[in-house]
């Protein structure tokens, strides 16, 4: 099994939908991450988790929100999906002090 | 603000031609820098870290090393399996406790046999 595991692979939505991404891992590390990846921007911090408790904004953070259920798990929200929100998202995580990131192999999603 | 820019965007060799991937970067104290490789529909896996100018590390055909300005990913002899787009980030004090990484835009790498 992969170390980080993301769902679903693709996903296509309707503009105005809810959608959920969901991310476990297997690394046993607290700190998790969602980023997002376009053609010609590299990947941009969306939101990050230090534990359950301890949520914060990363850099381009407005239309979506997240959810710490467990160590393991860090699940990304986008509440009113739009057409600029079509993108390839990747979760990842690290260990105590940044170092050591490991990404899951991505979601795309295409937001019509 | 941290700026990571990675050049060229895309390159083309002949199997066995050797080139140099650069990655300039400017940030306020840098705590570590990253080079990653990311295969078309994957995510990013870990090549490197380099923490400090002068540093240099290698792994099969690949040789990192790192500057006060910038970093070069050379690759000696590419095989078509070295094809691949090559990520650079760059983590920096400005990042606090969050330690999130800033990224170059890659440089993506096509070895023809």
């Known amino acids: 099994d992969a170390d980080v595991t993301q769902t679903p692979r693709n996903r296509i939505t309707k503009t105005g939908k809810r959608i959920m991404l969901e991310c476990s891992q297997t690394k046993g590390h607290d700190r998790m991450y969602w980023y997002r990846q376009d053609p010609g921007l590299g990947l941009r911090l969306i939101y990050y988790?230090?534990?359950?408790?301890?949520?914060n904004k990363g850099e381009i953070s407005d239309g979506y929100s997240v959810s710490r259920q467990a160590q393991a798990k860090f699940s990304l929200s986008l509440e009113s999906a739009i057409p600029n929100q079509t993108a390839l998202y990747f979760c990842a995580t690290s260990g105590q002090h940044g170092y050591g990131y490991t990404f899951g192999s991505g979601t795309r999603l295409t937001v019509v | 603000e941290d700026q990571v820019t990675q050049s060229p965007e895309a390159l083309r060799l002949q199997e066995g031609e050797s080139s140099s991937l650069n990655c300039s970067y400017t940030?306020?104290?840098?705590?570590?820098l990253f080079w990653y490789r990311q295969d078309p529909g994957k995510g990013p896996e870990f090549l490197f870290t380099?923490?400090?100018a002068g540093e240099e590390k290698e792994k099969e055909r690949l040789k990192a090393t790192l500057t006060k300005k910038e970093s070069f990913l050379h690759i000696t002899a590419p095989k078509p399996e070295d094809s691949a787009t090559y990520l650079c980030a760059v983590q920096a004090d400005s990042s606090g406790s969050a330690r999130q990484l800033t990224f170059g835009s890659g440089t993506q790498l096509t070895v023809l046999p």
């Open positions: 988790s230090f534990d359950v408790k301890d949520i």
């Open positions: 380099l923490y400090s």
């Open positions: 940030v306020s104290g840098l705590r570590g």
